[in-house]
């Protein structure tokens, strides 16, 4: 048996969706994200292209039945250029910012939800 300590905390996560082509449209736009879709899962799902999966973190959304507005876990999503520019996105997509950008020492980040209601964060890194 080995002791190693993973590399990272998160190694997957799942954001579940009432709409599967919106919220696709939505990450997409918010997160300049892109999806690879699979369906050889007990569920269709959309994987986010963002890391390499043998190494990274990445995750998936599926069509599921999200948490109640704002009250499930929140992910975080990293978006690569100016967070402000990110946080527009988000309205215009059919989300809402929900908090100022808060400052910590690895960048910055502000709480969203999602179309489904579904609590994510946006961040940049210092």
């Given at each position: 048996m080995s002791n190693v300590t993973p590399q990272n905390a998160i190694v997957w996560f799942e954001i579940p969706v009432t709409d599967?082509?919106?919220a696709k449209t939505f990450y997409a736009k918010?997160?300049?994200a892109s999806?690879?879709?699979d369906d050889t899962g007990p569920n269709p799902m959309a994987i986010f292209n963002i890391a390499d999966m043998k190494s990274?973190?990445?995750g998936h959304l599926?069509?599921?039945k999200p948490a109640a507005s704002g009250s499930g876990s929140t992910i975080h999503l990293a978006v690569a250029e100016p967070l402000e520019d990110a946080l527009k996105r988000v309205?215009?997509?059919g989300g809402k910012v929900g908090s100022d950008i808060v400052k910590i020492p690895p960048g910055r980040f502000a709480y969203c939800t999602?179309?489904?209601g579904n609590s994510?964060?946006?961040f940049t890194h210092s």
């Open positions: 599967m082509a919106r918010v997160a300049r999806f690879r879709d990274g973190v990445s599926y069509p599921g309205g215009e997509s999602d179309p489904d994510i964060g946006l």
